[in-house]
């Protein structure tokens, strides 16, 4: 008997000390790193979700804006963090390709990190003045088939989701439409409306104000289905480039080791934040959509992504600036 009461006390005393140590996650702030510019898309979209995160959470991620190099300098800082879930960090559609575009990186792509989901993607647009003689995409390639070199688009930096759009249809429409970097977005389609230049490529959540505005037009859109925002305007595929499809998506990576548990739990956490309100009216207003996948399946988009665009990036000898 005494012996049952012994072995009850140390069972006792051992799922005691299991539960002190195994304290919910998070109890501290959690890090979210940014790699661009407060105030930019990937920002607002971490911050935004960082609001829904502190529900479940009981406290506000701290979001920190580590801009430079394409993404290396925040994802570098992300590599050399405890894989405990406290650092997280918040990557664009260029994270994966960066190994293409810059002579060295100083992590692995892909062995560096722990994939936990892609949270959000959106398409591009392909657009012209509002008083474009252009009326389709089918205008610009008979353009610049006839006078290839000629025909020029603006896009937001070199190796940015807009140029690799670009060349993207290049490369699958055998033409060869000149790109023209800006510092950004805006200034591309500020060199549009000037005409300065015929036409920009840019993520929805750029210029979706100015498309329903009024002053610029689109005359398609990158995915492979058309936008909800924009039903009425054709997909790339659709206007004379069979199996075109990109987008711009963003997704939460941790450092590499993190265990399968605590990927699990961040990961169902991000999944009940996209169903927030304030998150899906943020979306929808973007032109944006939820995905919320498995960390596996972000893995495996990711790779796929650098299969798709190396042979793309080399094509058209893109380098870092």
Request: negative net charge.
């Amino acid at each position: 008997m005494v012996g049952v009461r012994l072995m009850l006390t140390v069972a006792s005393f051992v799922l005691s000390v299991t539960c002190a140590i195994a304290d919910p996650f998070p109890t501290r702030p959690v890090h979210i790193l940014v790699p661009y510019a407060a105030g930019g898309a990937v920002d607002v979209l971490a911050r935004t979700i960082g609001q829904a995160l502190s529900k479940a959470w009981g406290r506000l991620p701290v979001v920190e804006n580590r801009p430079g190099a394409g993404g290396i300098v925040a994802s570098e800082v992300l590599t050399q963090s405890s894989p405990d879930g406290y650092t997280l960090i918040l990557v664009a559609s260029g994270h994966p390709l960066n190994q293409f575009i810059y002579p060295t990186l100083p992590y692995d792509t892909f062995k560096g990190f722990t994939a936990i989901s892609e949270v959000a993607s959106s398409p591009l647009a392909i657009v012209v003045a509002q008083d474009s003689p252009t009326k389709s995409l089918g205008d610009i390639l008979a353009a610049a088939r006839a006078k290839p070199g000629l025909l020029s688009y603006g896009m937001s930096g070199n190796g940015t989701s807009a140029h690799l759009a670009g060349e993207l249809l290049n490369y699958m429409a055998h033409v060869q439409i000149t790109s023209i970097p800006y510092k950004g977005g805006a200034p591309a389609l500020t060199a549009v409306l000037s005409g300065e230049i015929p036409m920009s490529i840019n993520p929805m959540s750029e210029v979706i104000g100015q498309i329903e505005g009024g002053t610029v037009r689109a005359v398609a859109v990158t995915t492979a289905q058309r936008s909800e925002v924009l039903p009425d305007v054709p997909t790339v595929a659709e206007s004379g480039v069979p199996g075109y499809d990109t987008a711009v998506w963003w997704g939460f990576l941790g450092p590499a080791g993190m265990p399968a548990d605590l990927t699990t739990k961040i990961h169902d956490d991000l999944v009940s934040a996209l169903r927030d309100p304030s998150v899906i009216a943020y979306l929808k207003k973007t032109g944006s959509a939820p995905v919320g996948s498995s960390p596996q399946e972000f893995d495996a988009a990711m790779h796929a992504e650098a299969a798709k665009w190396g042979p793309v990036i080399k094509a058209a000898n893109i380098k870092a600036e």
